[in-house]
């Protein structure tokens, strides 16, 4: 059963316009949740996070939102640019474990 | 800091080899966790240690796993035997604290495992 779910497996993007990524979870217990962002063969990077006592949270260019009655949150980027181009996981913190998505390939289109 | 080291950084074995994974992580940190990423399950949780004891292996998906962290500069994850099904992406993280109190976690760049 995944707890967390990217339901887009890619998106495609013009550069300079926003990029909006989605992410469900089913678990009302999480209350701490992040993004991070990979490149080919490199780890993963931490993002942006939000606890659940904010809806939003601004860092530059990359917003995450949360809606906790819905239990989604979105990562918006803008304005979108090349180098946004990667596997970006959506997580939910629980006791000190961090559950993630399976990510969303976002492309960023010249 | 060079950040959090894994060796190797690809690993091709055959079937019913001993696979031995190493990571070196962040110095100072108190944490670390060991990741598989597959195209099927994403990224997922196999064990974390905090302060050199696991505190959870509920991820670990068979007894072939076993996974030490003697010091607090090094852990390895085995794999014996392995099985094809083994081959993933493994990555180490480690944190200073608390994700919700720290943030974040730092990965290496992981380890590629064919087991053919």
């Known amino acids: 059963d995944q707890q967390v779910k990217q339901n887009s497996p890619s998106l495609s993007v013009q550069e300079g316009r926003i990029s909006i990524l989605n992410c469900d979870y089913t678990?009302?217990?999480?209350?701490?949740f992040l993004w991070y962002k990979k490149y080919p063969a490199e780890g993963p990077t931490f993002l942006i996070s939000i606890s659940s006592i904010k809806d939003k949270n601004e860092d530059g260019r990359f917003t995450v939102f949360l809606n906790k009655s819905a239990k989604h949150l979105s990562l918006h980027i803008v304005p979108s640019q090349p180098g946004d181009s990667a596997v970006y996981f959506c997580a939910a913190d629980r006791d000190d474990k961090i559950i993630f998505g399976k990510g969303t390939r976002l492309h960023i289109l010249p | 800091d060079a950040g959090v080291i894994q060796s190797p950084r690809h690993e091709v074995t055959e079937m019913g080899q001993e696979v031995t994974l190493r990571c070196k992580p962040i110095?100072?940190?108190?944490?670390l966790f060991w990741y598989r990423q597959t195209m099927m399950r994403g990224l997922e949780l196999l064990i974390y240690f905090n302060n050199n004891v696991p505190i959870d292996d509920s991820g670990m998906p068979e007894d072939r796993f076993s996974a030490k962290m003697p010091n607090a500069s090094f852990s390895n994850l085995k794999i014996q035997p392995s099985e094809p099904r083994d081959s993933a992406v493994y990555f180490c993280a480690s944190s200073l604290a608390r994700t919700r109190v720290e943030g974040e976690q730092f990965f290496g760049p992981g380890t590629r495992l064919t087991v053919l």
């Open positions: 678990n009302s217990m999480f209350d701490y």
């Open positions: 110095s100072g940190h108190d944490y």
